[in-house]
């Protein structure tokens, strides 16, 4: 059974960092990409990067390109989302979730795709 529970969010000032971690208590873990959403107040939830099983290839929205980095550590059996240089629009609870198909050799950004989430951490960015 898959239990994904997030945490590392928080109030930080802008240009600050946080990393974000998301713990996978299920036995599986290192057979499926793992990706990282976010959602505003009132806005659609967004895709912000994703990591292939294996950890060994990325993938980023442009929005965050340069400012966010994923990786896994799949002998934690955990995700990571170092955030940087944070803006005040980065303000939105963040969730990861774990992809449906096992060990998909391309990337997919879709919500859809993606059948396991956490509860979400809030990460707010103060001007």
């Known amino acids: 059974q898959v239990q994904l529970v997030e945490s590392g969010g928080g109030l930080v000032q802008a240009g600050g960092s946080l990393r974000l971690s998301c713990l996978d208590s299920g036995r599986t873990f290192g057979s499926y990409a793992m990706a990282w959403f976010r959602q505003a107040p009132g806005k659609e939830r967004k895709f912000v990067a994703v990591?292939?099983?294996?950890?060994?290839?990325?993938y980023t929205a442009d929005s965050v390109k340069g400012r966010f980095t994923i990786s896994r550590d799949n002998a934690k059996s955990t995700v990571y989302l170092q955030v940087n240089s944070l803006k005040p629009e980065d303000t939105a609870v963040y969730y990861c979730a774990l992809d449906r198909q096992w060990r998909r050799s391309y990337f997919v950004t879709s919500p859809d795709e993606y059948d396991h989430w956490g509860q979400g951490t809030q990460v707010t960015v103060s001007s």
């Open positions: 990591v292939s099983w294996s950890g060994g290839s990325t």
